[in-house]
Structures are given as C-alpha cells and as structure tokens.
C-alpha cells in the first residue's frame, strides 16, 4: 500500500498509531512548519509527543521513523515517511534479525526490535564540519561534500548525523561548542587548499579533549598533507578517496563489525609486527569509488542556510579533484574527453 500523503502528513498519522491520539491542531501546524531536512528540530518536536525512544533516519526522499510504543520492550512503530511500502527499502545488512517488520506491504507497521537494534539506530553521534575562510572566498556554495557523506551515513539507517559549514555563517568557536555539548563520537572535517591553519587549530582542540571522538579527515588538503598530519596526530584517520564508502564503513567500524584495516579508503598511522622491533608505519586501506549512480541527491540540511547568505548551490555530475566524475549524456562531450559538463547547473542571485 502506497501512501499519496505528504511527509509531514504521514508523521502526524504516525504519531496518532503510537501514542492513540494524534497532535492537536496547534502543535501539528507546528510540525508542518518545521522543513523535512531540519531533523534536529524534527527530533525535538518529536520528543514532545512520543512516549518512548525514537529515530528519524534515512536519506531525505526516503525518510523513516522508528519509534519505542508506550507498552515499551521490543514494541515499536516503523514509518516509511515516503508512502512507500517497507518491503521497497534496501534494508541495510545490520537489520537482518535485529529489526522486524510486521506488514512490510505497508508505509506504516508494527515492528519488533532487538535492544541492539535500539541502540544502533542512535549511534554513532557524528558531526560533520566543513572548514573556510570566508574573507578569501566570500561567495558560499552549497557544500556537497558532506552532504553526500551525510546521506551515505544516513543510508545505513545507524547513528545520527549533524552538519556544520563555516561558509554559512558557522563560526570555528561553534563548532567546538557543538563538540562540547553534544559529544559526538565521530568527527569528520573536510578542509581544502587555503585551511591548513584551521585544519590544525580545530584538530589540536578534538585531540586535546579528555575523550577525543574518533576523528576522520578529508578534502584535497589533508589527502596532501597525510604524513604531516598522522606525524602530528597518530590517531587521527585520513580519507584518502571518495568519501561515502569510508563513512559507511567506519560506522560499521563504531559498532565493532569491521576491523580498522577493512575500512574503505583510509590512511591511518599503525604498529607493524617486526623480527624483534616495533616500528611506526603509515597504512593505507584499498580506496573504492562512490557508486555509479544517476539519482545523484545529496542531503539537503544547509539548503536553506546557503539561500540565506544569498549564496549559491549548484548540482553537477562531475567532481573535480576529490569528486568521481559521473557519467555525462551523449552530445555533451567531444570524443575523447573525460565527462565535465553539467548535466543540469542552476544558480541563484547573488
């Protein structure tokens, strides 16, 4: 059964299945007002009416909200928030015998879930930063970037992930504020070309922490400087490739599932077993490109802010130095040249 609803519509039905009244009218034109992409507004909101826990979690265009009922135990509601049938839903690997579907027919079920099933829809905590110096570039564009690692993670339905963007108006200072309060157990930093100094002052602060987070660095300044960072910081991880695979596994990672030499694209300062010595050598995981894909959609969460500082977002299909080209049509390339053109490019005033 296909839901023709809109989003907010079926989170107000979901709400009236688990709780046995539905918002008032109040509190739902509340709800409404409350823009799909804004999950932690969402998730505050929803705090207010649930009676148990609860995860709001997926990619945008395929949100889904698992929520505790009130008898509480292994009782929960599942609500695909697209209208779409559960049994549609590539359901990640980890869910197999930890979360179960009463009528994967429907957009909205019963479903029985194992407490570790419980705990991994709300961890790992992972924040996502990306750095800038706005007086050298004051033009902000929508940061791709960590939106796509955003809605990887997302797509894994584990954990729950926030963005944080300096070319928006976040400043350095709230990010380490926003490290402090909500102590995240996974940090990733995107830094490019012009941020070293950054890049160094907001690793020196995550280390010095008295429980650091699992740091990751990205962007094409750390994939240059790997060696002087991991000399300088010998636990932090260096994402040497495309970004999405090595976020979804080092949520697989978080949770014990996979080793540290299986995640994907990494490069990392380990201790090598020597004939009597112990030595420090860089490692380096296999690196594997994003997936080949034409729904290319990025999570959305800095949209409105990037409209807000009048800047400008803009969707290709091709990445420059640390963005896999995608694949371009026919007629939009000369023979012979890598694909680069956009296939759609549409840019707001200034």
């Not at 989003?7 to 509340?30: C, Q, W």
């Not at 926030?162 to 926003?178: N, P, R, S």
């Not at 803009?314 to 995608?326: G, I, K, M, N, P």
């Amino acid at each position: 059964m296909i839901s023709s609803a809109t989003p907010h519509v079926r989170l107000l039905l979901a709400i009236g299945a688990i709780t046995g009244a539905p918002p008032s009218d109040e509190d739902s034109r509340l709800l409404q007002r409350i823009p799909e992409t804004d999950l932690r507004s969402l998730a505050k909101a929803l705090g207010l009416w649930l009676p148990g826990r609860f995860s709001i979690t997926g990619p945008l265009e395929r949100r889904i909200l698992f929520a505790e009922r009130s008898d509480g135990g292994s009782a929960w509601t599942a609500a695909d928030l697209s209208g779409q049938p559960h049994a549609t839903r590539d359901w990640p690997r980890w869910t197999v015998g930890r979360i179960t579907v009463h009528h994967p027919g429907h957009w909205l079920s019963a479903a029985t879930l194992t407490p570790d099933a419980a705990r991994r829809l709300g961890r790992p905590r992972i924040l996502l930063a990306a750095l800038y110096h706005p007086e050298w570039f004051p033009l902000p564009r929508f940061s791709l970037a960590i939106s796509d690692l955003a809605r990887s993670a997302r797509m894994t339905l584990s954990g729950r992930v926030e963005l944080m963007d300096m070319q928006l108006g976040t400043t350095f200072d709230e990010i380490m504020t926003a490290v402090r309060d909500r102590a995240p157990d996974i940090v990733g930093v995107s830094a490019t070309f012009g941020q070293h100094d950054l890049t160094i002052r907001l690793l020196d602060q995550l280390h010095a922490l008295p429980q650091p987070p699992v740091v990751i660095a990205g962007g094409s300044l750390t994939a240059r400087n790997e060696s002087l960072l991991l000399e300088r910081y010998p636990k932090l991880l260096v994402a040497r490739g495309a970004g999405e695979p090595t976020i979804a596994d080092m949520i697989a990672h978080w949770h014990g599932d996979l080793p540290l030499d299986q995640v994907r694209g990494i490069g990392y300062t380990g201790a090598p077993r020597g004939a009597g010595t112990l030595g420090i050598a860089r490692r380096k995981t296999p690196t594997q490109p994003n997936k080949a894909q034409t729904d290319f959609l990025p999570e959305l969460d800095l949209l409105d802010k990037t409209f807000a500082c009048k800047g400008v977002a803009q969707l290709e299909t091709s990445r420059d130095a640390h963005r896999r080209a995608r694949s371009a049509p026919a007629g939009t390339r000369a023979p012979g040249q890598v694909p680069s053109l956009s296939i759609f490019r549409q840019s707001w005033p200034r």
